[in-house]
C-alpha cells in the first residue's frame, strides 16, 4: 500500500466478514469429497446383487457454516423389495426431503426452547452465519419432530425395569402454566406443570447456592385433574421405592386441582403445604403487606404445627375488617378449614412427628422453573397450537431435567426414529467414515496454500477487501 489513506475503506469488522466467510467456505469445499468419498466407499462394498445403481443426484444441505454444501451421490434401486433410495442419506440419516444439516436443525431447535421465539431464533443464525439459513416454520416443525421422538423415548422407558431409588422423603411442587391458544374453539388451556425432586445439594459453581436433586418433570395439557395426578403417582411408584415409611411433600397454590392428590399416595405419609409465596401474596392483599395484622400472621404460620395458631390469628384479625376486605379474609378462612395445617412449613411439621430435618430447605424453589416455563410460553404474548405447545412444553421439560442436549444430538445425527436400531447401512458408513477422512485430510492438508476466494472477487463485491488480500498475500 502507497499510503495509510487506503486503509481507510477497510475495518477489522470487514476483515472479519471477509475472514470467516472464506473458511466457511473452505470447509464447505471440504466436506463436498468427504460426502463424495463416503458415497464411493458404500458402492463399492455394498451388497452387490441386491442394490443396483440408477443415477448420480445432486442434493444441497443448508449447513451451520452458513454456506450450502452441493454433492452428488447414487441413486440405487433394492432389487429385493423393488424400491429406490440413496444408500449414502440413509446411512447418514439425512431424510428425504430435509434441507438443513442435522447439527443446523440441533442448534436451531436449541435456541427455539431458549427462546423467546421461533423468529428470534431463526433472525439470531441469519446474523451469525450471514444468511437465512432456516426459517422460523422449519425451527417449529423441526421442534415438534423432536418433541414426537422424546415422547417415543418416554414410552419406551416406562417398559424397562430399572432399579428404584429410597430418598425416604419424595418433594413434589405442583403449578399450573396458561397458555393462549390459536384458532381453537377453547382460547386458553392451562399445562399442569409437576418438578419432582429427592432433595437438594451444593451446587458446585456457585458457593452458597443449591440446585434440585434427582430432578423430574411431569405435565399434562388435559383438562383433567385425575388424568394429571394418575401420570405423577404413576411417575413416583416407577421411579421410587414407595413403602409406609415414606413421605411425600406436595407443595403448591390453592388450586381445587392441586389439592387432589390423597388418593394416588394412599399407602404412604402425605404432607401438603400451601406455597408460602402465594399465600403471602394473598395475605398482603387483603392486610396491607407490611402493616402489623400481616406481620403478626406471618410470624404465626411456623409456631404450630397444626395450624390452629394461625388460624385464630387469622380470624382475630379479620373482625377489624369491612366491606370487600372482610369477605376476603372470611373466603380465606373457609378455604383453610380441613388444611389449616398445609399452612405450617413441612420442616417444623416432620421434626414435630420425629423426623431428622437437617439438610432440609424451604418448599419454592421449582417456582423458578415454571417461571421459565412462563417467560417461554407468554413472554410476549404467543399463542399456541396444541401440537406447539405440546411440542415445547416436553422439551422445555427436558431442557430443566438436563436431557435435552442429548435428546437433541441423538435427534440431529439419526434424524429417524431414536429407537431404531443401527442398520447395517450405517454400519457400514462408520466402518469407513474414518479412512475416508483420513484420506481427504492428506489430499487437502496444504490447502491454505491455495488461491483464496476473495482475490478474485473484484473491490466492489468485496467492499474493497480484494485489494487488502492481494497486498497480503503478494
Request: hydrophobic share 35%; charged share 30%.
Amino acid at each position: 500500500m502507497n499510503s495509510i489513506r487506503d486503509f481507510e475503506r477497510i475495518t477489522f469488522r470487514k476483515i472479519e466478514q471477509a475472514v470467516f466467510r472464506i473458511a466457511c467456505e473452505v470447509l464447505v469445499e471440504i466436506i463436498k469429497p468427504l460426502l463424495e468419498g463416503m458415497d464411493e466407499e458404500i458402492f463399492k462394498k455394498r451388497d452387490k446383487k441386491r442394490f443396483k445403481p440408477i443415477d448420480r443426484k445432486e442434493r444441497t444441505i443448508e449447513s451451520i457454516l452458513g454456506v450450502p454444501v452441493t454433492f452428488k451421490r447414487r441413486y440405487y434401486k433394492d432389487l429385493k423389495t423393488g424400491s429406490y433410495t440413496f444408500l449414502l442419506d440413509e446411512a447418514l440419516g439425512l431424510s428425504k426431503g430435509a434441507r438443513q444439516s442435522p447439527l443446523l436443525r440441533e442448534v436451531a431447535v436449541h435456541m427455539a426452547v431458549d427462546g423467546p421465539s421461533y423468529r428470534t431464533a431463526s433472525k439470531n443464525l441469519e446474523r451469525i452465519l450471514g444468511g437465512r439459513v432456516i426459517s422460523h416454520e422449519g425451527i417449529r416443525q423441526n421442534l415438534i419432530k423432536a418433541s414426537d421422538e422424546a415422547k417415543a423415548l418416554f414410552e419406551k422407558e416406562k417398559k424397562h425395569e430399572r432399579p428404584k431409588e429410597n430418598p425416604g422423603i419424595i418433594f413434589i411442587e405442583v403449578d399450573g402454566v396458561h397458555a393462549s391458544l390459536q384458532k381453537q374453539s377453547r382460547r386458553s388451556t392451562e399445562e399442569k406443570v409437576g418438578v419432582i425432586h429427592t432433595g437438594w445439594e451444593p451446587r458446585s459453581e456457585c458457593q452458597g447456592e443449591y440446585m434440585l436433586k434427582g430432578k423430574r418433570i411431569v405435565r399434562t395439557q388435559s383438562l383433567s385433574p385425575e388424568e394429571f395426578w394418575s401420570i405423577v403417582s404413576e411417575t413416583v411408584y416407577r421411579e421410587f421405592k414407595i413403602n409406609e415409611d415414606t413421605v411425600i411433600v406436595i407443595n403448591g397454590d390453592r388450586a381445587n386441582w392441586i389439592r387432589m392428590f390423597r388418593e394416588w399416595f394412599c399407602d404412604c405419609n402425605v404432607l401438603y403445604q400451601i406455597d408460602r409465596f402465594h399465600l403471602l401474596r394473598t395475605l398482603g392483599g387483603i392486610f396491607k403487606r407490611g402493616s402489623e395484622a400481616y406481620c403478626k400472621l406471618k410470624d404465626t404460620m411456623d409456631k404450630d404445627p397444626t395450624g390452629a395458631t394461625f388460624m385464630a390469628a387469622l380470624a382475630e384479625e379479620s373482625v377489624n375488617l369491612s366491606g370487600k376486605k372482610q369477605k376476603e379474609a372470611e373466603a380465606l378462612i373457609k378455604d383453610l378449614e380441613g388444611i389449616a395445617d398445609s399452612v405450617c412449613d413441612y420442616r417444623v411439621r416432620l421434626s414435630a412427628m420425629g423426623y431428622d430435618i437437617e439438610g432440609l430447605r424451604p418448599m419454592g424453589a421449582a417456582e423458578a422453573q415454571i417461571n421459565t416455563f412462563v417467560h417461554r410460553i407468554k413472554g410476549r404474548g404467543q399463542s399456541w397450537s396444541p401440537s406447539g405447545l405440546d411440542g415445547m412444553m416436553r422439551l422445555l421439560g427436558l431442557k430443566f431435567e438436563g436431557r435435552l442436549e442429548k435428546l437433541l444430538y441423538d435427534f440431529a445425527v439419526t434424524q429417524e426414529p431414536l429407537l431404531r436400531p443401527l442398520s447395517s447401512k450405517k454400519k457400514l458408513v462408520k466402518k469407513t467414515a474414518l479412512e475416508v477422512a483420513n484420506t481427504l485430510i492428506k489430499r487437502y492438508g496444504d490447502i491454505w496454500s491455495h488461491s483464496m476466494p476473495v482475490l478474485n472477487v473484484g473491490r466492489t463485491r468485496s467492499g474493497d477487501l480484494s485489494r487488502l488480500f492481494h497486498s497480503i498475500a503478494g
